[in-house]
């Protein structure tokens, strides 16, 4: 085997050169003896690390078949391979992130801590988030011998700002719309709050004119057992946009065809159009919560309505919504303003109650 390290001598003084990392570095001595000795040491140690190296795969060979020569690559075609639907697609895509390039075809047996810790410094949101995901997935099928970064180490997965679309955009970009479906689009995402998905796929048949109510359940949850669809109502301005479209079928024939993304790329063309910025078509959704926050709606009816049963993701949606308190003083008074006092017809009036004896018995007596 090629020794690692090798030995020279610079002004008296004894160095080693790594042949691999092409580094140099002084021994501190200018006895040959004790230089030939620390020389050794280090190709022993470096001997040493390959051979346990190469029985380590020798055992994961024989215990784990394809273990020592499994990618990253492979891990990601295995869990798109578990995938349908718009997941398949998103998991595609993010297998063509050009930081992951790389690992892509790195063995899961050759990988270090730096590999992951190098790509998640240059990469994105999504890289983070990805990257995490396809980590446990191989540390759940037991294709890594130990967590290539622990838990408590990976960076936090830090978002970007998202922001509710105010009142003031969405009519702007309702009012520069000239397509009829894609304008009571972004009419029905304002008024219900759903998700752009969500309301794309609407059809005719969830529809209850006469109970004036729309009824759905959100795409993601559609698979999840005990899901009940919430039946949320309208009023006048969203029945004339739910009159408007097609009687029987989709609500939004060309909407419910396209893929999410195009959607999106759609409305952002329109914001870049009127100078719109910092807004998504899920800005909508922040839109509905901060709005039904503002105005004291109960938040479990909030909670059925965006999909959500968690308070907590609630409240992220509703956070930025400005509520004005009343005083307690105030709320108290208006509260005993709203009591009506019931006095049944059965009780005498006070003047009579006054009386020892009821109006009979005074005239009998008299």
């Not at 990392?21 to 470096?46: M, V, Y």
């Not at 209850?208 to 669809?229: C, H, I, Y």
């Not at 899920?282 to 999909?307: D, K, T, V």
Request: with cysteine.
């Amino acid at each position: 085997m090629k020794s690692r390290f090798i030995l020279f001598r610079r002004c008296g003084v004894f160095y080693i050169e790594d042949r691999d990392k092409k580094t140099q570095r002084s021994l501190r001595t200018k006895d040959s003896q004790e230089a030939d000795r620390l020389l050794a040491a280090h190709n022993e140690a470096s001997h040493q690390k390959m051979i346990n190296l190469q029985m380590a795969r020798v055992y994961i060979a024989a215990s784990v078949p394809g273990m020592e020569t499994r990618t990253w690559s492979e891990v990601f075609d295995e869990i798109i391979r578990t995938k349908k639907g718009p997941t398949h697609y998103r998991w595609g895509t993010a297998k063509k992130d050009v930081f992951l390039e790389n690992l892509l075809k790195k063995k899961l047996i050759e990988t270090t801590a730096q590999d992951f810790l190098d790509i998640l410094a240059a990469g994105t949101v999504s890289t983070n988030v990805f990257l995490r995901r396809v980590h446990n997935f191989a540390a759940d099928m037991n294709w890594i011998l130990s967590p290539v970064i622990p838990k408590r180490q990976w960076p936090p997965v830090r978002h970007g700002e998202k922001r509710a679309i105010t009142s003031q955009e969405h009519e702007r970009i309702v009012a520069r719309e000239v397509n009829d479906e894609r304008r009571d689009f972004y009419e029905m995402l304002w008024h219900f709050g759903g998700s752009q998905g969500d309301i794309a796929l609407l059809r005719a048949d969830d529809i209850d004119w006469q109970a004036r109510s729309v009824s759905f359940v959100r795409t993601k949850l559609r698979n999840r057992e005990g899901m009940t669809p919430p039946i949320v109502s309208f009023g006048p301005k969203a029945e004339a946009i739910l009159r408007r479209r097609p009687a029987a079928g989709p609500l939004f024939p060309y909407l419910s065809t396209v893929r999410s993304s195009d959607r999106a790329t759609e409305f952002k063309q329109r914001c870049q159009g009127l100078k719109i910025s910092g807004v998504t078509l899920h800005s909508y959704r922040y839109s509905w919560a901060e709005r039904a926050a503002e105005a004291g709606y109960p938040e479990r009816f909030a909670m059925q309505a965006l999909g959500h049963a968690s308070k907590a993701v609630h409240r992220v949606y509703a956070r930025k919504a400005k509520s004005k308190i009343p005083s307690l003083e105030t709320f108290q008074a208006e509260a005993r303003e709203k009591i009506i006092p019931f006095v049944p017809e059965s009780i005498a009036p006070l003047a009579d109650l006054q009386n020892p004896l009821s109006p009979p018995q005074a005239e009998g007596a008299r």
